[in-house]
């Protein structure tokens, strides 16, 4: 089985005053606090969760 890519996803702008939607993606992908980052598996559920709320995160592959 093929090793599965890693995202290190990091909140960089506050989810207070955004769209439900918007912050339920962003706890989704487990992230808590402004400069807290998670590592997620890069499958097309995480992909659309940070497509979702772009604005608010910083992706780098890891």
Do not use: F, W
């Not at 890519?5 to 962003?26: E, F, M």
């Not at 598996?41 to 979702?52: A, L, V, Y």
Request: with cysteine; charged share 30%.
């Amino acid at each position: 089985m093929a090793k599965q890519n890693k995202l290190k996803v990091t909140l960089i702008k506050s989810l207070s005053g955004r769209l439900k939607n918007h912050q339920a993606s962003v706890r989704g992908l487990g992230l808590r606090r402004i400069r807290h980052s998670v590592l997620v598996d890069d499958t097309p559920e995480n992909r659309g969760m940070i497509n979702k709320a772009c604005y608010m995160l910083k992706v780098e592959e890891s």
